[in-house]
């Protein structure tokens, strides 16, 4: 099992930034793929970005160039880097783990985004 804990959401401004966390355990960190999706109310969950265990990096296209995912195998944890926050971000962001490339098991219980002015 894996356990997820995603912080960092809150009030955004738009053209603002915002870093959100997700802390694993359970498992050797190192070894799982790593993702973030997101869920706007009335919408379906999205994939906005995904590491794997080698750190290779893929971004839903409408956030690329705008947020940034990494991951922190020392300290169990991968971020999302959000940059030029538009409205349209706003929704509940869910960490997701897997052991399988783009099988993502594990779930977090997400930390909600609200982007507005």
């Known amino acids: 099992q894996v356990q997820l804990v995603e912080s960092g959401g809150g009030l955004a401004q738009p053209g603002g930034s915002l870093r959100l966390s997700c802390a694993a355990s359970?498992?050797?960190?190192?070894?799982?793929?790593m993702a973030w999706y997101r869920q706007a109310p009335g919408n379906q969950r999205e994939l906005v970005a995904s590491?794997?265990?080698?750190?290779?990096?893929n971004y839903a296209d409408s956030v690329k160039g705008r947020f940034t995912i990494s991951r922190d195998n020392a300290n169990n944890t991968v971020y999302l880097q959000m940059t030029n926050l538009k409205p349209e971000d706003t929704a509940s962001y869910y960490c997701?783990?897997?052991?399988?490339?783009?099988?993502?098991?594990?779930w977090g219980q997400g930390t909600r985004l609200t982007v507005s002015s």
């Open positions: 359970g498992r050797t960190f190192s070894i799982l793929h």
């Open positions: 590491v794997t265990n080698a750190g290779r990096a």
């Open positions: 997701a783990a897997g052991v399988m490339l783009y099988q993502y098991d594990f």
